[in-house]
Nanobody, 128 residues
Framework: QVQLMESGGDKVQAGGSLRLSCAASGSLSNGACMGWFRQVAGAEREGIAS???????SYSDSVKGRFTISQDNAKTTLYLQMNSLVPEDSGTYYC??????????????????????WGQGTLVIVSA
């Protein structure tokens, strides 16, 4: 059983940067897709960034070129570096994991993905 906990959400001005972290407890050694997801009030949760067990990353068009997903070497912490933030980036950000590895963009980068575990979310507010 994997448990995830996000941190790093904050209020920031447009054009600023934030780095979100997601601490994972439990075994990911068999390989998994991990990702970051964003949800705003009244809308579905959407995948915005994914990373496979081999380190391959993918992004939604809305964040490509501005956000970077990464993991530490032990694969116990997932990061999301967010640069050039705009008010439309505001929302609750969740990390999630789905087993096994492979085809991560197809499985994660869409609305309302079904995953094996989710974190509790961290709030990001970008002011104009």
């Amino acid at each position: 059983q994997v448990q995830l906990m996000e941190s790093g959400g904050d209020k920031v001005q447009a054009g600023g940067s934030l780095r979100l972290s997601c601490a994972a407890s439990g075994s990911l050694s068999n390989g998994a897709c991990m990702g970051w997801f964003r949800q705003v009030a009244g809308a579905e949760r959407e995948g915005i960034a994914s990373i496979d067990s081999d380190g391959k990353t993918s992004y939604s068009d809305s964040v490509k070129g501005r956000f970077t997903i990464s993991q530490d070497n032990a694969k116990t912490t997932l990061y999301l570096q967010m640069n050039s933030l705009v008010p439309e980036d505001s929302g609750t950000y969740y990390c999630g994991v789905d087993f096994p590895a492979g085809m991560c963009p197809t499985r994660l980068l869409h609305a309302s993905p079904t995953l094996d575990a989710w974190g509790q979310g961290t709030l990001v507010i970008v002011s104009a």
